[in-house]
């Protein structure tokens, strides 16, 4: 297990949203495919919704620009 995996099991134990949030756009920088990216960024932007996070759209962009979110 990878120090990010960690991390992110604590922090769903935690509910953290902010550190959800962050770490998996962190995981989806460090991914190696763009769907395992998109993968991560999508359980980013559903965390960053319902927590009506300040990186909503900049997510939802990321997201839009591979095409796995309508424009």
Do not use: K, N, S
Request: net charge negative; hydrophobic share 50%; glycine share 2%.
């Amino acid at each position: 297990m990878t120090d990010l995996d960690a991390q992110l099991l604590a922090a769903h134990e935690a509910c953290d949203a902010p550190a959800l949030i962050r770490l998996y756009q962190r995981a989806a920088d460090q991914a190696a495919t763009l769907d395992a990216a998109c993968f991560y960024l999508t359980h980013a932007y559903v965390f960053a919704l319902e927590a009506a996070h300040p990186d909503v759209e900049a997510i939802r962009a990321r997201l839009v620009a591979e095409g796995r979110e309508p424009a």
